[in-house]
């Protein structure tokens, strides 16, 4: 069982920067373990932002946040970020951090077992 928990949400203006983490339990088996990002937006269907694989060699991203947004791990502390900058309105939405073992259809959520709460991020105009 790996618990996830976010942190890092808040209300931004439009070009502002957040850091999102995800701190899991799931030591000492973190890194067997793909992570991934995953947001809702209201009225909308959950999807995929980011992911990274367990040595951070294969990242894919959604096209929507390529170039403005980055993930990265650090195992030693168990944890997961997402580097968020130029952030949008369109990028308001509840950020999920979500961890898998699957190795295909990564931008699916059936490719991931747990789930965290999530956390609001919201970017005004």
């Known amino acids: 069982q790996v618990q996830l928990v976010e942190s890092g949400g808040g209300s931004v203006q439009a070009g502002d920067s957040l850091r999102l983490s995800c701190a899991a339990s799931a030591a000492p088996t973190f890194t067997n373990y793909r992570m991934a990002w995953f947001r809702q937006a209201p009225g909308k269907e959950r999807e995929f932002v980011a992911t990274i694989s367990w040595s951070a060699s294969i990242i894919y991203y959604a096209d929507s946040v390529k170039g403005r947004f980055t993930i990265s791990r650090d195992n030693t502390k168990n944890t997961v970020f997402l580097q968020m900058s130029s952030l949008k309105p369109e990028d308001t939405a509840v950020y999920y951090c979500?961890?898998?073992?699957?190795?295909?259809?990564?931008?699916?959520?059936?490719?991931?077992?747990?789930w965290g709460q999530g956390t609001q991020v919201t970017v005004s105009s």
């Open positions: 979500a961890a898998g073992r699957s190795r295909v259809g990564l931008s699916g959520i059936s490719a991931y077992d747990y």
